[in-house]
Nanobody, 131 residues
Framework: VHLQASGGGAVQPGGSLRLSCRLS????????VGWFRQAPGFEREWVSW?????????????DYQKSVRDRFTISRDNAKRTVYLQMNSLRPEDTDAYYC????????????????????WGQGTQVTVSS
């Protein structure tokens, strides 16, 4: 499984960006896709996850870190094998390199908060929020 992240850039506070994560290869065994972010010298931080395998019957199929809830939206386009992260009302503290990751672990959601649950990672895409 290969992941290609794109869509980063520089915006002013209050602006929006949409990150894309395109999956290729043998994606049938991918159960969830997550977005993480990382600043230099800091640990990678979970942002959001989306369960992509419809065989997993759960009530909650997405979740967000508290600081981005109501501002970010994760979604998928199965036909394009792409997961999106729509980021609105961006703040300077959202400045980071953003990474998408795919998990082959079947779970109802509890494991997807942790980087260790993801076997496949894309390259980072930089988001800079500054006036």
């Amino acid at each position: 499984v290969h992941l290609q992240a794109s869509g980063g850039g520089a915006v002013q506070p209050g602006g929006s960006l949409r990150l894309s994560c395109r999956l290729s290869g043998f994606t049938r065994d991918v159960y969830a896709v997550g977005w993480f972010r990382q600043a230099p010298g800091f640990e990678r931080e979970w942002v959001s996850w989306l369960i992509t395998n419809d065989d997993i019957i759960v009530y909650v199929t997405t979740d967000y870190q508290k600081s981005v809830r109501d501002r970010f939206t994760i979604s998928r386009d199965n036909a394009k094998r792409t997961v999106y992260l729509q980021m609105n009302s961006l703040r300077p503290e959202d400045t980071d390199a953003y990474y998408c990751a795919a998990s082959g672990t079947r779970d109802s959601g509890g494991k997807y908060y942790f980087a260790g649950a993801y076997e496949y990672w894309g390259q980072g895409t930089q988001v800079t929020v500054s006036s």
